[in-house]
C-alpha cells in the first residue's frame, strides 16, 4: 500500500483526495501540508468527510515540515496539489522530494473532473487577478437576462470549516456563513445580483445541488487552477500587465492549453510589446482561437475627496500575495489625483507584518487579508495606525461592512470594457436549444 502525503493550500488538495485517494484502498494518505493561505495547518481533515479508511481523519501540517514528514511516515508518494507556483520554485519542491526517496505526482483533469448533467462554462486564467470574478459576473447576468437558470460554483476556500456544501442566494446566507474577507469578496457581488452561488469541500455534491435548479453552471476559478467540474467550453483569462506569466507557473499554462476563448486583460494598462508578446503565445498553441481584449475601466466614488490628499490604498489579498501583483486597482485610480500614496509597511501589525515579509515584491499598498477574525482585527489595526488622509478601499468587497475605519473613505470598483452576448449566445445554442 503506497503511502501519500498531499501538499495543497486548502483547496485543490481537499478535492484531489475526495477524487483519487478517498476509497482507493491501494493508497493511504498519511497528511495534508499546507501553504499560501494561513490558519488552515494543524488541523484535521474531519473522518466524515475523509471516509471509511480515516476514522480519524487527516492531520493538516505546515508545509515547512514536509520532509520530516515523509521519514515519518514512511511516505512514498507526494502530491503537489495547489496552485500558481513558479515552475522554478515547483522543481525546487520536487528536488527536495525526490531527494528525499518519495515520487512528486500531479493529479490530471481526467482523475479529478466532476460531470454535470447540465452545461458548464469555465472561466480560469494563467495567474491570480486577471480578473476571473468580473468576467464570470458577466456571463452570469447575460444568462440571466436571457431567462435562463444560471449559477456559479466557486473554486474552494476552506479557511474556517469543512462543509461539504455552501449555498448563498441572499446576503443573510453570506452573514451566517462566510466568515473571512476572501469568502465575502467572491460571494458577495454574485449575491447581490441575484445568483446563487456553490462552493464547499466536496465537489460532487456541490455539483449535485446546483444542477438541481440550473440550467448552465458557470465555474468561477480559484487562482490559476484548473476547473474541478468538466466544462464545455473553457474561457481563459490573460493578464496584459504579466507578459511571459502565461507559460511560466503552475497550473496555469495548463489553462492556456485547453482554452475556447482567451481574454486579455487590462490591455490599456499594458505596453503594446507586452500584449504582443502574449498574442504570441497564444497564438502558438492555439493559432485559431478568438482573442478578446478587455480593457480596465476604474469607478471611484468622489475621487474629488483623494486630490491633493495622502492616501493608503487597500487592494485585493491574493492578488497581491500569491498572484505577484506590487499594485492594483486602487493604486492604478488613485494615482494622479492623490498627492501620495502611503507606504503602509511600517505600520502594519501582526500577520499582516509577516504577510510583507513572505512577498517582498508588494508595493505601497496594503492587501486586504483577513483569513480569520484575528487577522481581520489586525488589518483594522494596521489601518488605524497609518499616517492617511483618506483610505481607499478597492477590494470588492466593502470593507466599511466588515470592520471599524476611523478615516476618510472612498471605494473603487472595477471592470472590463467586454461585449460577452456573442459567446453566450452561441454556448445557448450548442448546449442548452440543442439538449432540449
Known sequence: MERVIILGAGGRDFH?????????????????????????????????????????????????ELLDLITENRATKVVFSYSDVSYEELM?????????????????????????????????????????????????????????RVSVIRHPMVYSTFEPVLGFSNIKDLDKKACTIEE??????????????????????????????????????????????????????????????ETSYWPGEVNLRRGNLYIITKVNEARKSSLKRIRNSIYEINPEAEVIE??????????KILKGKKVLIIEDGPSITHGGIAFGAGASASRGIASKLVDPRPYAV?????????????????????YSQEQIKELEETIKRVDCDVVVIATPVDLRKIMKINKQTVKVSYDFVIDLSHFVNSFVEEYIEKGS
Open 16 to 64: 484531489n483526495f475526495n477524487t483519487f485517494f478517498r476509497d482507493n484502498s491501494s493508497y493511504r494518505v498519511v497528511a495534508f501540508t499546507a501553504a499560501q493561505i494561513p490558519f488552515i495547518e494543524n488541523r484535521i481533515y474531519p473522518p466524515e468527510l475523509a471516509g471509511r479508511f480515516y476514522p480519524d481523519g487527516i492531520p493538516i501540517y505546515p508545509e515547512e
Open 294 to 303: 478587455a480593457p480596465s475601466i476604474f469607478t471611484v466614488t468622489n475621487p
Open 92 to 148: 525546487h519542491m520536487a528536488s527536495k522530494v525526490i531527494a528525499h526517496g518519495a515520487d512528486f505526482l500531479f493529479l490530471g483533469p481526467g482523475k479529478t473532473m466532476i460531470e454535470s448533467k447540465v452545461p458548464v462554462i469555465s472561466v480560469c486564467a494563467v495567474r491570480t487577478g486577471c480578473g476571473k470574478s468580473a468576467i464570470t459576473r458577466k456571463l452570469a447576468t447575460i444568462f440571466k437576462e436571457l431567462g435562463i
Open 184 to 245: 465575502r469578496e467572491e460571494f458577495e457581488p454574485l449575491v447581490k445580483k441575484g445568483i446563487t452561488v456553490y462552493a464547499g469541500v466536496d465537489y460532487k455534491q456541490v455539483v449535485r445541488a446546483a444542477e438541481f435548479d440550473s440550467e448552465v453552471i458557470i465555474w468561477d476559478g480559484g487562482n490559476n487552477d484548473f476547473p474541478f467540474v468538466k466544462p464545455d467550453m473553457e474561457v481563459v483569462l490573460l493578464d496584459a500587465m504579466r507578459p511571459g506569466h
Open 350 to 370: 501582526g500577520s499582516i507584518r509577516k504577510v510583507y515579509e513572505k512577498y517582498p515584491h508588494i508595493g505601497r499598498v496594503l492587501p486586504a487579508m483577513g
